[in-house]
Structure formats: structure tokens, C-alpha cells
């Protein structure tokens, strides 16, 4: 295979001829190709002719060539490529978190049994992920079973957190319960320092305060406010925190054989699953019959049996596609960007789901939310800026 390139005058250029050849730039106007293996063949180009450029003609006899002439141009070609593919998933994340919401409130609108509705949902994810393990589209994890063992108290804490979610949902306003679910942090320092005995720097702290200022505002703010909504989101702020908690205490627990974060998440639907099931049928089964014909029979019918069922199934999809796309999402962005996306994230459902059902919003609940808000931006920055640390003994 013959190839030829331009060399200025006074360049040696370097190659072997039965090699792959690799074309580096050294410095403006000079190239080396340098050899890989083989017998060495050296060309060398004079300098008695400074502005004029002679054709150098290498045979080699394989069929690949590795440029690397402007590697410049290479890596902002990958960083333009990640940054796209971040930025989608980060759009499809908000809108199948939109679409959970928006889905997940109309169902219990019209059918109220969070407990029924909410392993619904996590069975839907059983569902797709045994799918795609049982196809081969995705790798099927195994988890021995000291890995069962271990993952099974985190399994419980995410169950917690997903009823108590729901429950908060259909009992008040989704705008109300996502800035009540906004004072996660603060769950999650206090258990920080009591069970992994870690604590943070005093900016870490302080930026709780307007969190802890904004919720309460908004709470006595709310008019959609109920103990039940309020209450329930704060038990699965609770629930969430524990779980991070519990997370990080099983981490040099062995889990098993493809185990990414996404067959994790898989594995913990599946367990919280099964965990759910009896509580499902004792709080809500028996109230299915009648809360089903209620919502979907006689003249105040508010939907046909089958938009009912098509919003449930949608609620279940939206639920674990977003949690799946979250993980990927934000597995490659730094944690400024990820506590931006996240804030950001919360403050597009709200305001969505204020335009779509028409809750009204008080000025001191709009003050609140706000301060609530950006104090969570404040302390996700703070958490990165100064990392935490062991408690001294």
C-alpha cells in the first residue's frame, strides 16, 4: 500500500515498511512517521528550498494507518459527543420524571390506594427487567447469597421510600410534596454522623438553614396542606437517607456477577417487590373492588376502566425508566452538575405540575419553595466544596 503526504523542507520522516504507521504532529509544519515494527526506512527532505514542499511517496505493506496529526481536534470531538449524549439523557430524565408525576397523581386522583398503586409500579419494573434478562438484552445478575443478606435492608429502606412517596403524592400537591422532599439533606447529614460517625465543615450545616427556613414556610403556606402529605414525605426523606446510609455500610459486601448500577437497581425493584406485596393486598386489596368501580363505573365515572389501567401501567414505565436514566445520567457528570440537574429537575415538576393542575400557590408558598430550593443547590455545592470527614474518636 502506497501513501503521500506533504513535508516541508528540512524534515526527516521515519517508517518501516511492513508496518501499521502512526503520523505524529511534532511541532507546525513538521511531521514524523514513526515506525512500529520491521525492517527502518528513512526519508529525508533537504532545506534548500524554504517555501516549497516536496511530495514524499512510503510504501507499507499493511492496510491500517493510525493518524494522530491533530489530536486537538479528536478530543474536542469526544467532548462534544459526551456533552450531547449527558445532555440527552439528562432531557429524557426530566421528561420521564414529568411524566411520572404527572401520571402517578391522576391515577391517584381517580384510584386512592397508594399502597395498591405504588407496588403496581414496582412490579411493572419487575416485569421489564426480567424481560431484558430473560432475552439476553441485558445481563442477568447473580447475587449470592450473602449478597441477598445485605442487600435486603436497603431493599426495605427503598420500599419505605417509594410508598411513603406515593402516599405524600396523592395526598397533597405534587409541587408541595417535592419541596418537602427538598429537606432530604438534612436526613441524610444527621444519619451521616450517627451511624458512619462522619461529619462535614460548618458551610455544610449553614446551608441547611434555608432549607429547613423554606420548608416551613411553604408548609404553613400550603393550601393543599394535609398531616398525611406532609408526614409521608418526610418519611421517605427518612427512608431515602437510610438507604443511602445502609448503601455505603454493604459496600465491601460482594454482591455478586453483573451488578452495575442499573441490574442494581433491578434487583432492589424485585426485592422491594416481594417485600410489598402482603401490605399491598392487606391495606389496599380489599378496598380495590369498590375504589375500581367507583372511579370507573356509574354516571360520576371520572375514567373508562381502560384509560385507568393505561395510566397505571404508564406510571409503573415512567417510574423505573427515569430512576434507570438518572443513573446513567448522572454516573458521568461531575457533582456540580449533578446538584444543578437535580435542583433543576425539581423546579421544572413543579412548575409543570402547577400548569397542568391548577393548584394555586400562595406568594409565601412560591417565597418558600424558592428559599428551600436554592438552599439544596447551596448545599450540594457546599457537600462538594468541603467533603465529609471521620468524626475524632
Not at 417485600?275 to 373508562?304: H, N, S
Request: charged content about 10%; proline content about 5%.
Amino acid at each position: 500500500m502506497a501513501f503521500a503526504f506533504a513535508a516541508p523542507s528540512g524534515v526527516s520522516v521515519r517508517a518501516r515498511a511492513p508496518a501499521s504507521v502512526s503520523v505524529l504532529a511534532a511541532r507546525p509544519g513538521a511531521f514524523a512517521v514513526a515506525p512500529r515494527y520491521g525492517r527502518s526506512v528513512l526519508a529525508s527532505v533537504g532545506s534548500k528550498a524554504p517555501l516549497q514542499t516536496r511530495r514524499v511517496a512510503i510504501t507499507a505493506a499493511p492496510s491500517s494507518l493510525r493518524m494522530a496529526a491533530s489530536p486537538g481536534a479528536a478530543s474536542e470531538e469526544a467532548t462534544t459527543a459526551q456533552t450531547l449524549k449527558v445532555s440527552a439523557l439528562i432531557g429524557m430524565w426530566y421528561l420521564l420524571n414529568i411524566g411520572y408525576n404527572i401520571t402517578n397523581k391522576r391515577v391517584l386522583n381517580w384510584l386512592p390506594l397508594p399502597w395498591f398503586v405504588s407496588w403496581v409500579q414496582l412490579v411493572f419494573g419487575v416485569v421489564y427487567c426480567v424481560t431484558l434478562w430473560a432475552i439476553k438484552l441485558r445481563k442477568r445478575p447473580i447475587v449470592p447469597q450473602e449478597g441477598v443478606k445485605a442487600l435486603s435492608v436497603v431493599a426495605l429502606c427503598h420500599t419505605i421510600g417509594h410508598v411513603s412517596t406515593v402516599c405524600s403524592l396523592g395526598a397533597v400537591a405534587v409541587s408541595f410534596s417535592h419541596v418537602v422532599k427538598s429537606a432530604e439533606p438534612l436526613f441524610q447529614v444527621a444519619a451521616s454522623a450517627i451511624f458512619l460517625k462522619s461529619v462535614f465543615a460548618l458551610p455544610v450545616y449553614l446551608s441547611l438553614l434555608p432549607v429547613i427556613g423554606g420548608v416551613i414556610l411553604a408548609s404553613v403556606s400550603e393550601l393543599s396542606f394535609t398531616w398525611m402529605g406532609f408526614l409521608s414525605a418526610m418519611t421517605s426523606n427518612v427512608a431515602f437517607a437510610a438507604r443511602n446510609i445502609f448503601s455505603k455500610l454493604s459496600m465491601n459486601t460482594p454482591k455478586g456477577e453483573n451488578m452495575g448500577p442499573v441490574n442494581l437497581f433491578g434487583v432492589l425493584t424485585v426485592m422491594s417487590a416481594l417485600m410489598l406485596a402482603p401490605f399491598a393486598l392487606l391495606i389496599d386489596g380489599w378496598k380495590l373492588k369498590a375504589g375500581w368501580l367507583a372511579a370507573t363505573a356509574g354516571a360520576g365515572a371520572a375514567v373508562t376502566p381502560l384509560t385507568l389501567l393505561g395510566y397505571i401501567l404508564a406510571s409503573g414505565f415512567f417510574f423505573h425508566t427515569y430512576q434507570e436514566v438518572a443513573f446513567l445520567a448522572l454516573s458521568n457528570v461531575h457533582p456540580i452538575t449533578h446538584a444543578v440537574a437535580n435542583t433543576t429537575k425539581r423546579v421544572i415538576i413543579m412548575a409543570v405540575s402547577i400548569l397542568v393542575f391548577k393548584n394555586p400557590l400562595t406568594q409565601n408558598g412560591l417565597i418558600g419553595s424558592a428559599i428551600a430550593l436554592f438552599g439544596v443547590l447551596l448545599y450540594s455545592l457546599a457537600k462538594n466544596r468541603y467533603p465529609e470527614k471521620k468524626a475524632a474518636e
